[in-house]
């Protein structure tokens, strides 16, 4: 295994390593019998703000700074050309990761614009959801579904366009339906389902 491989590996495994331990160190606290109640809506937020905050982690410190030196850089087929994934496919490698977890906590990216179909919106809160952020970015859209049985609160969070190499990435692609993103543009949304009794 080169240096860039054990490196990269090394970075991937930080940034689950220190979302997973926030999302532990709750558990930690329900269990020594100190856990308070806290509105589903805020837990969202808090999910939200922990996710975008290891996302803006990633893109300045891994991301930005190993290819300014040219240790290695991120694309689009990080796992087959040996480099970093891009901070969007960080997020939804690390939403897998923890919708592999049992905690039934679920999130990912969508866009009524996306450049793979997959992350298009799935469903009518999600549709609904991705058309309010785009014209009211500053409050997630929220709602409850019911999938397999299972009662979600649903919250839907814009995906804003922050650094010029989102916007570089979504307006060069060639799969790309939109291609005149400028910063601060809604490119999507991000969506958080939170199981619910």
Request: hydrophobic share 40%; proline share 5%.
């Amino acid at each position: 295994m080169t240096f860039s491989s054990k490196f990269r590996q090394g970075v991937l495994i930080l940034v689950f390593g220190l979302f997973t331990a926030g999302l532990l160190g709750q558990n930690r606290a329900a269990a020594e019998g100190t856990a308070a109640s806290v509105p589903i809506e805020q837990v969202a937020n808090y999910l939200y703000a922990m996710i975008e905050a290891d996302r803006e982690a990633y893109t300045r410190h891994v991301v930005e700074r190993m290819q300014a030196k040219g240790v290695v850089v991120a694309s689009e087929n990080w796992e087959e050309t040996n480099s970093l994934p891009l901070p969007a496919q960080l997020l939804m490698e690390s939403g897998r990761i923890m919708g592999r977890k049992g905690t039934g906590i679920q999130y990912r990216l969508i866009s009524l614009w996306p450049i793979n179909k997959r992350n298009a919106a799935s469903s009518e809160i999600e549709k609904l959801g991705l058309a309010t952020v785009l014209t009211h970015p500053t409050k997630p859209y929220t709602g409850f579904v019911k999938e397999g049985g299972t009662r979600y609160f649903q919250a839907v969070y814009p995906d804003l366009a922050v650094t010029q190499a989102c916007i570089g990435c979504h307006n060069a692609h060639p799969d790309s339906p939109k291609r005149d993103f400028k910063i601060n543009d809604v490119m999507g949304g991000l969506v958080i389902s939170i199981p619910v009794k």
